[in-house]
Nanobody
Framework: QVQLVESGGGLVQAGGSLRLSCAAS????????MGWYRQAPGTQRELVAT???????KYTDSVKGRFTISRDNAKNTVYLQMNSLKPEDTALYYC???????????WGEGTLVTVSS
């Protein structure tokens, strides 16, 4: 019923930047917590960043100072700005949303980020 569609992935050189987008099929004000996860080949999915109530930002240590999560309520979209990319950032990046009232979680299909050395 709720669809999250990621975009913006691609191939970049180390030190480059990408901005990922997650477009929701419903008003994202319905979701109190939204975030980005990633999964590299042979690894488990890990949390990258979250934004709670539009103002509380959290990041995993490996991306602090390089990545920024934000949301645009008017566009029902969450973004992940990724700067100073490293080869170890290479992964499939997934968008996640948690419903404000019911606590239900939704996932996108992922967008691939590849960082070359």
């Amino acid at each position: 019923q709720v669809q999250l569609v990621e975009s913006g992935g691609g191939l970049v050189q180390a030190g480059g930047s990408l901005r990922l987008s997650c477009a929701a099929s419903r008003n994202i004000l319905n979701f109190n917590v939204m975030g980005w996860y990633r999964q590299a080949p042979g690894t488990q999915r890990e949390l990258v960043a979250t934004i709670t109530d539009g103002v509380i930002l959290k990041y995993t240590d490996s991306v602090k100072g390089r990545f920024t999560i934000s949301r645009d309520n008017a566009k029902n979209t969450v973004y992940l700005q990724m700067n100073s990319l490293k080869p170890e950032d290479t992964a499939l990046y997934y968008c996640n949303a948690r419903h404000r009232i019911w606590g239900s979680e939704y996932w996108g299909e992922g967008t691939l980020v590849t960082v070359s050395s």
